[in-house]
Structures are given as C-alpha cells and as structure tokens.
C-alpha cells in the first residue's frame, strides 16, 4: 500500500513538473521577458541587453556582466541568470523594449539603494574591457525613469 502512494506521489510530481515546464516554455516562446520573474535574473538580462545594443556580448564584456551579477546571486543562480540573458538578449534586439518589460518588476522588488546598485552595474559592465562601451543617455535615462528615479 505505501509503495503504492509512493509511486502516484511520484508520477503526480512529475506531471506538476512537466506543467509548469510546459507553462515556462510557452511563456519563453510568447516572449523571453514575459517568463521573467526573478530580479536577478531580470537585471542580467537587462545589463545585457543594454551592452548587446552596442555588438555582440564578447567573452569579456560576459565575465564583467558575470562578475556584476555574482555580487548579488550565488554562483549556480549567476550561471542560469547570465545564460539566459544572452539568449533573451539574443531575441530582443532592442534594448528599449528590454527596459520597457524589466524596470517595473525590478522597481516593484528592488528597494532605492538596490536600484542605485543596479545603475551602477550597468555602468560597470559597460567599462569593462580595453574599450568601454558609452551606453546612450537616453537609455540611462529612460532607466532611471522606468526605475521609479526622478529624471530632469
């Protein structure tokens, strides 16, 4: 009889698991933002997203946006969130659209002082390398905005 409960326990698992897979790639399909719902994960897609405006995210430009995130996630959290910012950079290429979707989540979890934080990682990330990256003020400012931080 326990054997028994174990194994419908089991295949019920499964089954939740397959769903909620199910569910995640057909929100990934409609849109790699929408499946978003993690603040790290949304903050490495959207420093990403903003440095692959400026070309492809090269391996220094990934290990700076990789180093940026281990600041505030654990190594196997940064590994997940910085492979699918690149891939969801990859199928957005408007960095406008990526700071559209993500600032609000991010301004509903994030307090003032790890929104300032998140500003300054997308400026670090953005220096990174021989030649550093000069991110459009409108993008800055636009962020800043979206943000919830008062723009002049």
């Known amino acids: ?15 939740q698991g397959k769903i909620r897979r199910k569910r995640l790639r057909k929100q990934a399909a409609l849109s790699p933002l929408t ?3 993690d603040p790290v994960v949304a903050a490495a897609t959207l420093i990403t ?3 692959a405006e400026n070309g492809p995210v090269l391996p220094q430009r990934e290990a700076m946006i990789r180093s940026v995130i281990s600041e505030i996630a654990d ?9 699918y910012a690149k891939w969801a950079a990859s199928q957005i290429d408007d960095a406008t659209i990526v700071i559209d979707k ?9 307090d003032v002082t790890e929104r300032n934080d998140l500003l300054q990682m997308v400026n670090r990330a953005a220096q990174a390398g021989e030649q550093p990256l000069k991110i459009s003020d409108q993008r800055i ?3 800043r905005q979206k943000l919830g931080f008062e723009v002049n």
Request: net charge negative; no cysteine; proline share 2%.
């Open 49 to 51: 997203a903003i440095i």
């Open 35 to 37: 499946a978003i719902d």
């Open 141 to 143: 400012l636009r962020l």
């Open 75 to 83: 190594d196997k959290k940064t590994d997940e969130a910085v492979a």
């Open 1 to 15: 009889m326990n054997d028994a409960a174990r194994e419908v326990a089991d295949v019920v698992g499964r089954v």
């Open 102 to 110: 993500l600032a609000p989540l991010l301004r509903e979890r994030l």
